[in-house]
């Protein structure tokens, strides 16, 4: 029992340590819940869990390597760029197109609940943090090691522990994020709310323009360092 706490509260400060940093996720949050009320951050992270199940699935068939090859980490980063870039769009245009006429449904996160609604919030945490190539690097650098030790450790146990530990950290923070955010929307104009939503989608299309080349350029370099590590050992 012991071992398993262990592993839990391992896996839920690993997952802390990523959520707290803003990226697309945390963007996508903060926007969605001025729109859409506190069940934003829920829904989101669902989606977000969703896309973590499919990538530890992967991750059990033997491809991690090839999600690691220069060619997929490229792929993944400027594509991630493009849905990134798209969504920054949608929320801009969304921001400017806000007036004064709109504070009812800013004031009403009842919308939220429908299930159209709830459909593109857990859509677009899905696609949001398929957008981020360090994503999908955590995983396969820190999060597969991690899962290895688990099972190992405790076996099935130790594997069910650490996907609780890490799905509560996620879903504690951007929770507490989403509630935060609706607790204070009562007490913003909708001017504020305005600019609120169009720095979001600044920060998102900046996003989109940083990840994929910064992604791309650190995986050069990787792949240099590691020829230049492999013709020294030969010549010598």
């Known amino acids: 029992m012991l071992e398993l706490l262990g592993i839990a509260s391992l896996s839920f400060m690993a997952a802390l340590s990523g959520a707290v940093v803003p990226g697309p ?3 996508l949050v903060v926007s969605e819940s001025m729109r859409s009320g506190r069940v934003a951050g829920p829904l989101i992270v669902l989606g977000h869990l969703i896309l973590e199940s499919f990538i530890i699935f992967l991750v059990f068939l033997g491809l991690g390597p090839l ?3 220069k060619l997929a980490l490229t792929i993944m980063g400027f594509a991630g760029g493009a849905m990134l870039m798209l969504m ?5 245009r969304d921001a400017l197109n806000l007036k004064i006429n709109d504070e009812a449904l800013f004031s009403n996160p009842s919308l939220a609940k429908t299930g159209r609604a709830s459909r593109s919030l857990l859509i677009s ?3 949001s943090s398929g957008s981020n190539p360090y994503f999908f690097l955590w995983w396969l650098m820190e999060g597969s090691p991690l899962i290895m030790s688990a099972i190992s450790i405790a076996g099935a146990p130790g594997l069910l ?3 609780v530990g890490h799905a509560f950290a996620d879903l504690a923070w951007f929770s507490f994020v989403s509630c935060s955010i609706h607790k204070s929307r009562k007490f913003l104009s909708w001017r504020i709310v ?6 979001s989608s600044v920060a998102l ?6 990840l994929p080349f910064s992604l791309y350029f ?3 370099m990787l792949v240099n360092a590691f020829m230049r590590s492999l013709t020294k050992r030969f010549y010598y």
């Open 125 to 127: 945490g899905f696609l």
């Open 67 to 69: 999600m690691k090859s």
């Open 161 to 163: 522990s650490f996907l």
């Open 194 to 199: 305005r600019a609120i939503l169009f720095a």
């Open 88 to 92: 920054g769009l949608r929320l801009m």
């Open 25 to 27: 996720v945390f963007m």
């Open 218 to 220: 650190q995986v050069n």
């Open 205 to 210: 299309i900046s996003l989109a323009i940083y």
